[in-house]
């Protein structure tokens, strides 16, 4: 913010525009104002000087997925806000107690839909809690739901900075940014079939194997995404405008965000080194060597470092993934669970009453209930689920991530400057699809 | 039948008549002093069929059984067999040719148990519950004879659930999936034999489906007792037929499409009409005739697609008739009247209430009510108030007689001709109606239903006067009234009606009515605060009443808790085979 503009002190400070200047520029006194001229000196002497209400969103095109801030600014600095969710909601909860399992794919992938490979994994192992699998889950599945699950995390990293920065005026990084996204969609695209809602887990593992090619393409892109993070670290990292905006802006106390339910990058940037994959690690993470990043100052820099690294220990996940993926089945070996192949279904009988059964009434989960929560890209994904015993859930609730942390937004942009709260709201990544589900 | 076969065990036919409660005294001189009455019909002994096999429940007074089934023990009433035991025991012992309505054949040998010392498996249908009999029905033995049994089942089995009526609801497919779930091992070609033939007025055999597991065989000689179907032929090459030149067409053929645990018999009217796991059921009664059999109503959205019956030991057994699953076309979408019409015009269902109203004020005017035995308890009751209020002259209408047997089919048509009756007290029946009326006796008419067949004399009559009909359709009557308010069918109405047997039936809406339709109560009572008389309650108010009368459980909690109503989707619920 500019410093106040003062007036030349060789004249007497003047109390009211009328004694200044008239529309001419001439200072007042020299000659007597014209009535109309007179009647805008007047008004302009009841002037609001005091607070005002100002309606951020929900189609504000830096509100990412429709969130609403109702800000009560005092000049520029935000004296209060009322953050406001729910324009995105689509009632997944409700809408899973009417499909199948099997069915519910396709609606998590709307979660996080910048990362849907994860939504995918945390789903699907939370079925597999229920139905007491876990353990037998293929290794190659585990490996390829790795694999696709970092490549996600990497690009949920990346459409968070490049939207970010790109706010503050960097559209080289978007275009950059978006680019690298590509590779990584192209790859998941490559498995899945779908670019961005793969629905490609399944419950007891992966739809289908990788592509034949897929180790060679996924190095040659993972070369190409380092090389255009190092691109967007030149540009921006040294750059007094970017760091203006970013340092010390936003910040949260480490106590704060713990109290408010933070995990994932927001809680890393406070300096807590909570990360699922190692803290209560899942599947097959327990193979890999790779760091969970933290960084000081819980403020919008310290969210972007901790951003920044992750990509490049996800990318270091995938190399190890690739490198130990084992050959074999990527579905558990049971009809029960696992759909026939289609030579059986077009062939027998048997193969075609499994397929209509599983596809008709969906796979049967012994009633009880489960809570899996696996390192989304925002941070801590749960799936709480009630089965009673049928082919669909009693109840799915998902704990989304940056619901928490949109929680905390008020208490982050209060004080701050107008102008910050499309960094701050930036940084913290909040998923419109995930948030108000 | 071999000898092996149990006997038979017997039950006393007979059936517990629950009369309607005493009509109340006519209150107004009118009724009394009408000329000729029709008179309620005769409470005739009409039991349901009777089922050949006990269920297991103990029944106070008869002797019971006690024994031990997967380390359960439980005492059950003597004479049942193994299977229904084990069903009280929430035990779904797997079964194809078994039918709690049908005699025992045992070929199926799906329902394999454990007997202790008995060295061979024995068909738990046919097995009789015995003292201190030790039962498994999950031993690895009883597991492996149910896998293989499906296995055989299933060589010779069309790959057809594609294009199978039976897909969805098929008891073939849930075996598969619940005991089996194994892939095939079988690599030779398939027998075939003939597809969608023709065997019936109603009826289409796939032979290749069928598991030859006999229920229609002998549902067709127990039931109607025709015995039309056979089987044929041994060994794998063997088919369900019938003999040349006797089709399959008595009164109760369809019910062979219920029973069939396959697609192999599909009914000509529902093939191919939708998909089964689309529908939604709806318990309610047949409104056929005035057996008033326990049905659930298959519907989509605000379609009915299929009648079948509901096992009501009471009333209907199992069965139902074919001229009762055919009710459902009264239904139809395209005849439905939706809006209000007065003098051809239609208008808003308030104008139209008013223009009642109006036409009906004055200090002379002269009224006739029309009951209908077709209609609810409820309507005919609201019917009852306001002909009260108008000082009406009443008279009570129904369908003409139709075709009658010893099983189900009643010769009276009406659903509720009893309870019409009943809420109208002495009145006249329809000759009189036409002959009053082509003499101008009356100034205006109110019709409870359109259906009434009315002749041409009384149509005509009906120009020179005010006519009012409720109508859920289109109709001959309904077309000649100056006024016809938009009423619910029974697809779409809260309501009792009372069965020849005397008990009360309740029906129960499927879908909500579309447009302006209202149910016939609720009508009435508007029609009534329209001419500034006291509100008469609704529909559902009544069927509170009613249900308290009769202290009917279901009715009370069907009105008092909207989510009792609540149909069923099919695709989830179990398969129904």
């Given at each position: 913010m500019s410093a106040p503009t003062t007036l030349p002190s060789a004249r007497p400070v003047a109390h009211t525009i009328a004694e200044t200047y008239d529309h001419r520029g001439r200072q007042a006194g020299e000659m007597p104002l014209s009535p109309s001229m007179q009647q805008f000196a007047d008004e302009a002497e009841r002037l609001p000087t005091d607070e005002l209400i100002l309606n951020m969103g929900p189609s504000h095109p830096a509100m990412h997925g429709t969130v609403r801030c109702v800000l009560r600014v005092d000049g520029e600095t935000i004296k209060d806000a009322d953050v406001q969710i729910?324009?995105?909601?689509?009632?997944f909860e409700k809408e899973s107690e009417a499909a199948t399992y099997t069915q519910i794919f396709p609606y998590v992938d709307r979660l996080n839909y910048v990362s849907p490979m994860l939504n995918n994994v945390g789903f699907a192992m939370a079925v597999e809690k229920l139905l007491g699998i876990t353990a037998q889950i293929p290794e190659r599945a585990e490996y390829i739901r790795v694999i696709v699950g970092e490549l996600a995390r990497v690009a949920d990293h990346l459409t968070c900075l490049s939207a970010a920065i790109s706010e503050l005026g960097g559209l080289t990084v978007f275009f950059w940014g978006n680019r690298a996204r590509e590779h990584v969609w192209e790859l998941l695209e490559d498995v899945s079939g779908a670019r961005m809602t793969h629905s490609y887990c399944r419950i007891g593992g992966v739809a289908w194997d990788l592509t034949r090619d897929f180790d060679e393409k996924c190095r040659g892109k993972i070369a190409k995404i380092r090389g255009l993070v190092v691109d967007i670290r030149k540009l921006v990292e040294r750059n007094r405008i970017f760091l203006d905006r970013m340092e010390g802006v936003g910040c949260i106390s480490a106590h704060d965000a713990i109290s408010y339910g933070f995990t994932g990058p927001c809680l890393r940037a406070c300096g807590v080194a909570y990360d699922v994959r190692k803290d209560h690690p899942y599947s097959v993470y327990d193979h890999f060597d790779f760091d969970v990043p933290i960084a000081d100052g819980g403020d919008n820099l310290a969210r972007y470092l901790v951003r920044i690294e992750e990509m490049e220990q996800s990318l270091r996940i995938v190399e190890q993934a690739l490198v130990q993926i084992p050959p074999g089945a990527v579905i558990v070996d049971d009809p029960l669970i696992a759909l026939p192949a289609k030579r059986e279904v077009y062939n027998s009988i048997e193969g075609m009453i499994a397929h209509f059964k599983h596809i008709m009434d969906g796979l049967v989960v012994p009633a009880g209930e489960a809570y899996s929560f696996t390192e989304g890209g925002n941070g801590e994904l749960g799936f709480y689920i009630v089965a009673d015993g049928t082919g669909r859930p009693y109840k799915n609730r998902c704990r989304p991530p940056c619901f928490y942390i949109t929680a905390a937004l008020r208490q982050m942009i209060l004080g701050a400057n107008l102008a910050d709260v499309v960094p701050i709201f930036g940084s913290i990544n909040m998923i419109g699809g995930e948030c108000d589900r | 039948m071999t000898s092996s076969d149990p006997p038979v065990p017997s039950r006393p036919r007979s059936a517990t008549i629950i009369l309607p409660p005493a009509p109340p005294p006519p209150p107004t001189a009118a009724r009394a002093a009408a000329s000729s009455t029709v008179k309620p019909p005769e409470n005739r002994d009409a039991p349901a069929p009777v089922a050949p096999n006990l269920a297991a429940t103990p029944v106070p007074g008869e002797p019971t059984v006690t024994l031990t089934i997967d380390g359960e023990t439980i005492e059950v009433r003597k004479g049942t067999n193994v299977l229904e035991a084990a069903k009280l025991l929430g035990r779904d012992i797997c079964h194809f040719c078994y039918h709690p309505g049908l005699t025992i054949a045992a070929n199926c040998r799906q329902c394999l148990v454990e007997v202790e010392k008995n060295p061979k498996l024995q068909p738990s249908c046919q097995q009789i519950v015995g003292e201190g009999m030790v039962v498994h029905t999950e031993s690895p033995a009883v597991l492996e004879a149910r896998r293989a049994m499906l296995e055989f089942t299933l060589k010779n089995h069309p790959i057809d659930c594609p294009i199978c009526d039976k897909a969805g609801e098929c008891t073939l497919q849930r075996h598969y999936m619940d005991h089996n779930h194994h892939l095939t091992r079988v690599d030779v070609a398939k027998i075939r034999k003939p597809k969608h033939k023709d065997i019936g007025r109603e009826i289409v055999l796939d032979a290749e489906r069928?598991?030859?597991?006999s229920r229609c065989v002998r549902f067709c000689e127990e039931i109607?007792?025709?015995?039309?179907l056979a089987m044929t032929f041994r060994g794998d090459h063997e088919i369900l037929d019938i003999a040349e030149g006797h089709p399959l067409d008595n009164a109760y053929s369809i019910n062979v499409v219920d029973i069939c645990p396959v697609g192999a018999l599909t009914s000509k009217d529902f093939r191919f009409a939708i998909r089964a796991w689309e529908l939604k059921a709806t318990p309610t009664t047949c409104q056929g005739c005035a057996t008033g059999c326990a049905v659930e109503l298959h519907h989509k959205h605000e379609n009915a697609y299929r009648v079948m019956p509901r096992h009501d030991p009471a009333v209907n057994g199992h069965w139902m008739c074919d001229e009762g699953r055919y009710t459902y076309k009264e239904l139809d979408a395209d005849a439905r009247i939706r809006h209000a019409r007065v003098d051809g015009q239609q208008v808003p269902l308030d104008h139209a209430i008013a223009a009642v109203a109006k036409r009906l004020q004055g200090r002379n005017k002269k009224v006739a009510a029309v009951f209908s035995g077709t209609s609810t308890n409820e309507s005919n009751r609201a019917l009852d108030d306001l002909a009260t209020m108008l000082g009406a002259e009443r008279f009570v209408l129904g369908r003409p007689p139709g075709k009658t047997d010893e099983l189900l089919r009643d010769a009276d048509k009406n659903a509720n001709m009893r309870g019409a009756i009943a809420a109208a007290g002495a009145a006249k029946h329809e000759g009189e109606l036409g002959l009053e009326l082509a003499g101008r006796a009356y100034d205006a008419v109110i019709f409870l239903d359109g259906t009434f067949e009315l002749s041409e004399v009384v149509r005509s009559a009906l120009g020179a006067i005010t006519s009012v009909c409720l109508s859920d359709r289109v109709t001959a009557l309904a077309q000649a009234c100056a006024i016809v308010l938009p009423a619910t069918s029974w697809g779409e109405s809260l309501g009792t009606t009372i069965n020849r047997q005397g008990r009360l039936r309740v029906l129960q809406p499927a879908w909500r009515p579309e447009g302006d339709r209202r149910d016939r109560a609720d009508l009435i009572r508007e029609i009534a605060l329209a001419l500034g008389e006291r509100d008469l309650g609704s529909g559902r108010d009544r069927a509170r009443a009613i249900a308290e009368e009769f202290d009917h459980d279901g009715l009370r909690q069907l009105t008092t808790t909207p989510a009792a109503t609540r149909p069923t989707l099919l695709r989830f619920s179990h398969s129904r085979g």
């Open positions: 729910g324009y995105l909601h689509r009632g | 069928c598991i030859l597991c109607p007792g025709t015995g039309e």
